[in-house]
């Protein structure tokens, strides 16, 4: 996966979207000029930040919804695009940290935030999860509750275990 664009502000640059029909509801795919930049869910829990306008170009997006639709078939594992993730420094942190979660294993926030080295900062890794502009790509879903359950996800918990029940059904086994 490329390295993502740290910036703390959003930029001006022109938006362009597409949409894409996956088995958790229809997907908004917005990106800029230096690459991806939001993946929204049809009932996402910040509907703001998926409304903000841009250009329909499903030519730009192609490559996105590709490899979307390859991990919605279960071949795709990982994925190789350009982003330009906008967030905070710590956000950022985070987020790369969820990059390592592998395909069909899960974490707990206690973990996720003892891996970037700051174990006490359990409710802040949550709040940085839960503001994932690129919930799939950048695997937020795999992050639950330390007892097990799953807790908080902006498509919904519905969605967060169909992805989960998805990467376990075709997550390589070891022997």
């Excluded at 030519?59 to 071949?75: D, H």
């Amino acid at each position: 996966m490329k390295r993502p664009t740290s910036l703390a502000q959003p930029s001006c640059d022109p938006l362009y979207f597409d949409t894409l029909a996956s088995p958790v509801g229809e997907l908004r795919l917005v990106a800029d000029d230096r690459g991806l930049r939001r993946v929204c869910f049809e009932h996402d829990r910040h509907p703001q930040a998926c409304d903000a306008g841009g250009v329909r170009d499903p030519a730009r997006l192609r490559r996105a919804c590709r490899q979307l639709e390859e991990y919605f078939a279960g071949t795709r594992r990982t994925f190789d695009l350009e982003l330009h993730v906008v967030g905070t420094p710590f956000q950022q942190h985070v987020w790369q940290a969820l990059r390592g979660i592998p395909y069909g294993e899960t974490l707990s926030y206690a973990s996720l935030a003892e891996r970037i080295g700051k174990p006490s900062a359990c409710r802040a890794v949550g709040a940085a999860n839960g503001r994932n502009p690129l919930p799939i790509i950048v695997p937020c879903h795999r992050v639950i509750g330390s007892n097990g359950t799953l807790v908080g996800f902006g498509g919904g918990l519905d969605v967060k275990q169909a992805l989960l029940a998805l990467e376990r059904a075709n997550a390589p086994t070891t022997h």
